[in-house]
């Protein structure tokens, strides 16, 4: 048997389980993140791997709270990850079976780029341009 709310109860009764996000206090949070982020460029010479995982991790870090009360993450149940776990697994045999023809093939230089030069000297009228014969010719 299933219980109708009552409409006479009071809000608190029948609103939502979870508490309403203050959106205004994540809009701040991301936007200093940004600042963050921006901040880490703007330091003078500093490792690039150390960068890198400095403007990843926060990166990763306003991704979550995106996630997290924007598509209201934070306050659903274990269901969500029935639905991740194997959208991940696909996503990334989707990646690993494009790996061999487009990631690692589409960037390999086949010819040596010192020919290139010098068959562009050769012919004045540019790549894959063939002078057409004279008359007399």
Known sequence: MTHAPNPAAAPSETADAHPHANYLAVFGALCALTLVSVGFDLLPNPPKLVLAALVFGVAIAKAYCVMAWFMHLKF????????????????????????????????????????????????????????EPEAGE
Do not use: C, F, Q
């Open 76 to 131: 659903e149940g274990a269901w969500k990850y029935i639905v991740l776990v194997p959208t991940s697994l696909l996503g990334l045999g989707l990646v690993l079976a494009l790996l061999p023809d487009i990631g690692i093939h589409y960037y390999t230089v086949e010819a040596d780029p010192t020919d290139a030069v010098a068959s562009l000297a050769e012919n004045e009228d540019g790549p894959g341009m063939r002078a």
